[in-house]
């Protein structure tokens, strides 16, 4: 990976962007779907703008420098115009952390991969640059401006992911994955009547989305597969963790749960661990627990690698 061509690309993807903004007047996340649209096609008044296309694929990128590139840029365009806490891409280290336990728990090479709420792609494009596996990949987003981002990025990338719209609570015609992945939104879903028919429904108040999301993300896994979330630290403690905890007695195996450092947040409370679940297994094993404190040292990290494999080993015994 050359970093000195993602340094390059993205100065020239912000001078374009912010060419098109004021030619345009319109949002920096906007005009970077319009930026996108033009490399492809090349249709554009703007001079500047086709010579800085043209800059650009002459770097020949490749799809990670790609990501990082435009990781870049969605960090710049947050200093301005900050996407709401859920929609900010999932971290890096928690991209590679993802790709770890997927290529632990799965044997096989080639998976299929669901993601419900896809956000911006970058995690998408993680795990598809990154895996040792091949990845067959859908994400649903319900946002028409992430929507849009994701696939046109994509499109940039001449990456495998495929995106589609729609709220993943609602009724979808899914075939099951794999694994199913999800960074969780964090809040109360607004439609009372859809949530009913979940047994996670709320009988007092607003039901918590990410509730839904995990009822839901596990009926689109097989049987031998894995639903990964990232949910809030308190979702065996919140108000509304009764009906989890008695849900999941009943209809899932926790098979790991991974406390994440909380330097990686923007606050404590959205402080997040991850959540491995399978469907009800005939027989259980021991759930996996482990709580990492720093991602960046490496020693830790081995020390969790081992552990883990370990745990793997042990439990198909």
């Known amino acids: 990976m050359n970093f ?41 008044d703007l001079a500047e703008v086709t010579q800085n296309n043209q800059a650009l694929k002459a770097l020949e990128l490749s799809k990670e420098e790609w990501r990082r590139a435009y990781q870049f840029i969605l960090m710049k365009a947050a200093q301005t115009e900050p996407l709401q806490a859920n929609h900010q891409f999932t971290p890096d280290s928690i991209g590679f952390l993802l790709i770890f336990l997927m290529d632990q728990l799965i044997e096989a090479s080639e998976i299929t991969v669901l993601e419900l709420g896809s956000g911006t792609g970058n995690l998408a494009e993680t795990l598809l640059n990154n895996s040792q596996k091949q990845i067959d990949y859908l994400g649903i987003e319900i946002d028409d401006l992430l929507i849009d981002l994701s696939a046109s990025i994509a499109d940039v990338m001449k990456s495998e992911a495929h995106f589609a719209q729609g709220d993943a609570v609602r009724p979808q015609v899914l075939k099951e994955s794999d694994v199913m ?31 839904l999301l995990i009822e839901k993300g596990l009926k689109y896994v097989k049987a031998d597969g894995y639903a990964i979330f990232l949910a809030p630290n308190n979702l065996l403690t919140s108000p509304q ?43 259980d094993r021991e759930t996996f627990v482990y709580a990492l404190s720093d991602l960046q040292n490496h020693e830790e990290i081995i020390r969790f690698s081992k552990t883990f494999q370990k745990w793997c080993k042990d439990s198909e015994n």
Do not use: C
């Not at 912010?18 to 096609?41: H, K, R, V």
């Not at 939104?185 to 009372?192: C, L, M, S, V």
């Not at 009547?193 to 979940?198: D, L």
């Open 4 to 44: 000195e061509k993602i340094e390059e690309a993205y100065t020239l993807l912000l001078e374009n962007t912010q060419l098109i903004q004021n030619s345009l007047s319109t949002n920096f996340y906007d005009a970077l779907i319009e930026q996108n649209g033009m490399y492809l096609d090349g249709q554009t």
């Open 181 to 211: 992945i999800s960074d969780l939104p964090i809040g109360y879903y607004p439609d009372d009547q859809i949530a009913s028919r979940y047994q996670l429904a709320s009988q007092t108040e607003h039901t918590y989305a990410h509730h």
């Open 241 to 283: 963790s009764d009906l989890f905890k008695e849900w999941l007695k009943h209809s899932a195996q926790l098979v790991a749960m991974i406390t994440l450092p909380e330097n990686l947040f923007a606050s404590v409370t959205q402080a997040k661990t991850i959540f491995v679940l399978q469907k009800q297994q005939a027989t």
